[in-house]
T-cell receptor, first 113, second 111 residues
Framework: EPEVTQTPSHQVTQMGQEVILRCVPI?????FYWYRQILGQKVEFLVS????????KSEIFDDQFSVERPDGSNFTLKIRSTKLEDSAMYFC???????????FGDGTRLSIL | QQQVKQSPQSLIVQKGGISIINCAYE??????FPWYQQFPGKGPALLIA?????SEKKEGRFTISFNKSAKQFSLHIMDSQPGDSATYFC??????????FGTGTSLTVIP
């Protein structure tokens, strides 16, 4: 069964540095998402992306965050200047049609020192 | 603002018992209600989902009960097994495709 894959599985970064989290969605999917899960807390929506542009974003997704689909397979989340509170699991998800259930990757654990 | 409220936070059930997890929502614009299962170190995986025009959906040992007037929905796991031990999240989707997740329930099934 096709999967959403995320790399790296664990990223350790100094506060203030830029970080890029990478995702390869399922190949025929059209809608892409990033979520965040702070340790022990709920999964929080960050942003959705369709047709090469952001379709929705939450209040968490401020100017420090950006997303990009640089080629036909990768979907990236960039945090420009990381803060301690950015430490969390970041999950990528994708879906072919809007009203179908999302497929999640196994996440990237981001640790900000 | 907590769009979806989930309870209990943790649940311990004997093998063979019924696990029940509840969620409540406020926004009547939600149009899709999935339940996700998450094992440690893994992403959430869709377990079962329901739309608001249906009151119950059953898939194997898993059943969603949906009460539109009360704005509540619940997950029932029949004949609970140790392999069901995981964190379960309810979620609700707006028409614009933004999902709101509950706070999660850690289920432990004791052999």
């Amino acid at each position: 069964e096709p999967e959403v894959t995320q790399t790296p599985s664990h990223q350790v970064t100094q506060m203030g540095q830029e970080v890029i989290l990478r995702c390869v969605p399922i190949s025929n999917h059209l809608y892409f998402y990033w979520y965040r899960q702070i340790l022990g807390q709920k999964v929080e929506f960050l942003v959705s992306f369709y047709n090469n542009e952001i379709s929705e974003k939450s209040e968490i997704f401020d100017d420090q965050f950006s997303v990009e689909r640089p080629d036909g397979s990768n979907f990236t989340l960039k945090i420009r200047s990381t803060k301690l509170e950015d430490s969390a699991m970041y999950f990528c998800a994708s879906v072919r049609h809007k009203n179908q259930p999302q497929h999640f990757g196994d996440g990237t654990r981001l640790s900000i020192l | 603002q907590q769009q979806v409220k989930q309870s209990p936070q943790s649940l311990i059930v004997q093998k063979g018992g019924i696990s029940i997890i509840n969620c409540a929502y406020e926004n009547t614009a939600f149009d899709y209600f999935p339940w996700y299962q998450q094992f440690p170190g893994k992403g959430p995986a869709l377990l079962i989902a329901i739309r608001p025009d249906v009151s119950e959906k059953k898939e194997g040992r898993f059943t969603i009960s949906f009460n539109k007037s009360a704005k509540q929905f619940s997950l029932h796991i029949m004949d609970s097994q140790p392999g069901d031990s995981a964190t379960y999240f309810c979620a609700a989707k707006l028409a614009g495709n933004q999902f709101y997740f509950g706070t999660g329930t850690s289920l432990t099934v004791i052999p």
